[in-house]
């Protein structure tokens, strides 16, 4: 049996779909002000929880990123520190030899050599002493105001894994030094050694058999950094994974929030012109009168 339609079902139907046209084109119009697909969740749930996820992403990457600069500024300082020690300790050792000649020396050439290898020495102290921040990059987790005493030059800062930055996330990174493995400590480290062989030119001694001491604190220096130059491989090769899956979530985040501008407006044009139309018919539909109903 078919029901009956009467004129107020022909009414209420037409204003749904008028209400429903009016809804599209607002949407659209939203689209086309704000270039993103929504507004709320509630308007697509999917692409809600989608982009959520991707943003979430995002807060992780971007922390990635501050880490690994924050771990190159750390590994490219300790790298400066110790290129500027292998030259000062080269000089060291090019001024020995000279000393080592002290037949031909007088004991004014001999002082000049002594003076400037305790210059080295003081200048060595202030690399191994060089901070990144106010952080001491010698010094491990310490927060000793310096890593090694200017005096007795003995080791303040502290033995473990030192200062480590999470760059992905399975990997972690060392990018401090330990400063008593490349510059020795107390009576034994190179700053003491160069002291010595001041004091030892002074006093007339023989300085030939330091050679191979200060050969030693040289192969120290530059094993370390070998070691500092493989650590910033690490970060540079973990950098630019990093700044990839960066664009690759960017290109999802877009896909996903934002419209296609000329899609939009096309859209929106086709919906005006849909509601106009539906609006035309709905008052033509709805002209009725009593003398209408009466023919």
Known sequence: MIGRITSSTMTQ???????????????????????????????????????????????????????????????????????????????????????????????????????????????????????????????????AG????????????????????????????RVDFDGSQAFGEGAGSAFALLTDIAADLRSGANVGSRLDDIDAKLKDVVSARGMTGARQVQIERAASQNLSTSTDLEARRVQVENVDSLEVLVRLKSAELVFQSALQVTATSLQTNLLEFLR
């Not at 090694?148 to 990997?171: K, L």
């Open 146 to 173: 310096a890593a090694f005493d200017p005096v007795t030059f003995a080791f303040a800062g502290s033995a473990g894994d030192g200062v480590q930055r999470r760059i992905s996330d399975n990997e972690t990174v």
């Open 13 to 143: 139907q037409s204003l749904r779909t008028l209400q429903t046209n009016l809804a599209d084109r607002e949407r659209l119009q939203n689209q086309a002000a704000s270039q993103r697909a929504f507004r709320t969740p509630s308007e697509d749930p999917a692409a809600a929880a989608t982009t959520l996820g991707v943003h979430g992403e995002q807060s992780r990457v971007a922390q990635y990123a501050r880490n690994l600069s924050d771990g190159m500024a750390w590994v490219t300082t300790v790298d400066t520190a110790l290129s500027a020690s292998t030259a000062l300790l080269n000089r060291a050792r090019d001024l020995t030899a000279q000393g080592a000649n002290s037949g031909a020396l007088s004991p004014t050439a001999r002082e000049s050599i002594a003076q400037e290898l305790e210059t080295i020495s003081a200048e060595l102290l202030a690399q191994a002493n060089t901070t990144v921040l106010g952080r001491n990059v010698f010094a491990g987790t310490s927060d």
